[in-house]
């Protein structure tokens, strides 16, 4: 059984910055990002997966956020952040996090989700 616990969404101005946490309990094998703004379906942001060992990962992005956003880890807390900048409004949505055991498998866990909202 995996556990995420999610921080660090607000409200923020145009333009301006944010980093997302999401830290897990127990092993997982990917994590991601995926965020729901209001009337529109869940959509996938970014996403990490493991390499051999637990130190190197690739990543892949949205193209929605595909140079403004980074996803990273820090595996002294088992903890995956997304780091988001020059938001814009239409970045405004419930972030979530999502893990998975294995790299081919489906998020099977999922956090309790953190509200990101940009006023223009």
């Known amino acids: 059984q995996v556990q995420l616990v999610e921080s660090g969404g607000g409200l923020v101005q145009a333009g301006g910055s944010l980093r997302l946490s999401c830290a897990a309990s127990g092993r997982t094998a990917k994590m991601g990002w995926f965020r729901q703004a209001p009337g529109k379906e869940r959509e996938f942001v970014a996403a990490?997966?493991?390499?051999?060992?637990?130190?190197?990962?690739?990543?892949n992005y949205a193209d929605s956020v595909k140079g403004r956003c980074t996803i990273s880890r820090d595996n002294a807390r088992n903890t995956v952040y997304l780091q988001m900048n020059s938001l814009k409004p239409e970045d405004t949505a419930v972030y979530y996090c999502a893990a998975a055991v294995t790299v081919t498998g489906e998020y099977a866990y999922w956090g309790q989700g953190t509200q990101v909202t940009v006023s223009s």
């Open positions: 990490l997966r493991w390499l051999t060992t637990t130190t190197t990962y690739t990543t």
